[in-house]
């Protein structure tokens, strides 16, 4: 198993913001509102392609990511405006 963190570097002109209808509803993605693969509102530009931004939400803390060629790779969160 490889414990090692990989982060993304990206502009944040390349993050864009794309509701899901459950969002649009002010609804939650799972009734507690936690989770391991909660999807945020943001969507990153790489390429010609967007990616979802997930969120590892539990407790008062979460780690946001996104999955490129099936590798978790973890975005500064601190650039996401929402």
Do not use: W
Not at 17 to 39: H, I, N, V
Not at 47 to 55: E, Q, T
């Amino acid at each position: 198993m490889n414990n090692t963190v990989e982060y993304y570097e990206y502009y944040k002109a390349d993050m864009i913001t794309k509701l899901l209808p459950f969002q649009q509803q002010c609804l939650r993605e799972t009734s507690s509102g936690y989770g391991a693969k909660l999807r945020t509102t943001q969507m990153l530009k790489i390429g010609n392609r967007l990616h979802r931004v997930y969120c590892a939400y539990y407790g008062n803390s979460g780690s946001c990511y996104i999955i490129l060629d099936g590798r978790k790779l973890y975005i500064h969160d601190y650039a996401i405006d929402e």
